[in-house]
């Protein structure tokens, strides 16, 4: 367990110094928003809605997970919202792009990253408490099934395209 914490601790650390050390032209990783006891690297996270007056808005953030335990995003919470549900988007037989709860969550892989991202899977915030205007920040818990409860404060940021662009 030690050399987990002390893994993700160097992680935490590298991802600090990336934007120092980053050349000319080389895209600066973000410093993280969290780092759990487990392991796991929240980095990268913002809200959005689609207007200034929509009762839903969503949120995005990768999670890496540099450590030899998969984990799983069970849930995801926020006082900005009546309801939080984490979902997807997947094509129909006829094209059409849908979204769908996915009450299992998100496995997030030993070694590897969940992604969540405009187009794909994401925390959706429905019944907005209050607006999500430019420039502000939202309070987002993320409850994995390791890693327990995390929160994080997320920029809403409605210039942002897909993830990171």
Known sequence: MLS???????????????PALAGEGQEATAAPLAT?????????GFARAATPAAKAGAAFVVIENPTDMPDRLLAASTDAAKR??????????SGVMRMLH???????????????????HHVMMMGLT????????????FTF?????????????LQ????GG
């Not at 759990?36 to 990268?44: A, F, H, M, V």
């Not at 209050?130 to 818990?141: K, M, P």
């Not at 099934?145 to 940021?157: F, K, M, S």
């Open 160 to 163: 942002r395209g897909a993830h």
């Open 130 to 141: 209050r607006g999500l205007a430019d420039g502000d920040a939202v309070e987002v818990t």
């Open 84 to 93: 939080v549900e984490l979902h997807t988007h997947s094509m129909t037989d």
């Open 102 to 120: 996915l009450p299992e969550g998100f496995e997030i892989p030993a070694g590897g990253q969940l992604v969540l991202e405009r187009g794909g």
């Open 4 to 18: 987990l914490t002390l893994r993700a601790t160097a992680l935490s650390i590298a991802c600090l110094l990336t």
């Open 36 to 44: 759990t006891e487990s392991g796991l690297i929240l980095r990268d």
């Open 145 to 157: 099934e390791r890693a327990g409860p995390v929160t994080v404060t997320l920029p809403v940021d």
